[in-house]
């Protein structure tokens, strides 16, 4: 199985940075993609950020120019740092993966981190 970790939530006034990061662990053969994902209560989650394995980006509308996904493959590790934090992206943040595996037959599989909660004050 893959074990996603999620790190460096927190709280912080509009304007402000934050940098998540999401380490995966596991008995892993290669990584598809890695993505952010993120939810706000009473609302859809939403993806924020992927970044596939030949190093593609791409970004939702709301975060474009101020968030920046990035992978350091040596760690197995994907990063997203959100600048000029405005309150409407508090939410909770999760990162997404898809992995091969021994346990996945050579298939692509998506696996979930647990979240982390991100606040921007006004």
């Known amino acids: 199985q893959v074990q996603l970790v999620e790190s460096g939530g927190g709280l912080v006034q509009a304007g402000g940075s934050l940098r998540l990061s999401c380490a995966a662990s596991g008995s892993i053969f290669s990584i598809n993609a890695m993505n952010w994902y993120r939810q706000a209560p009473g609302k859809q989650r939403e993806l924020v950020a992927t970044?596939?394995?030949?190093?593609?980006?791409d970004y939702a509308d709301s975060v474009k120019g101020r968030f920046t996904i990035s992978r350091d493959n040596a760690r197995n590790t994907v990063y997203l740092q959100m600048n000029s934090l405005k309150p409407e992206d508090t939410a909770v943040y999760y990162c997404?993966?898809?992995?091969?595996?021994?346990?996945?037959?050579?298939?692509?599989?998506?696996?979930w981190g647990q979240g982390t909660q991100v606040t921007v004050s006004s």
């Open positions: 970044i596939i394995s030949g190093g593609s980006t």
């Open positions: 997404n993966g898809f992995f091969i595996t021994a346990q996945t037959m050579g298939v692509p599989r998506s696996y």
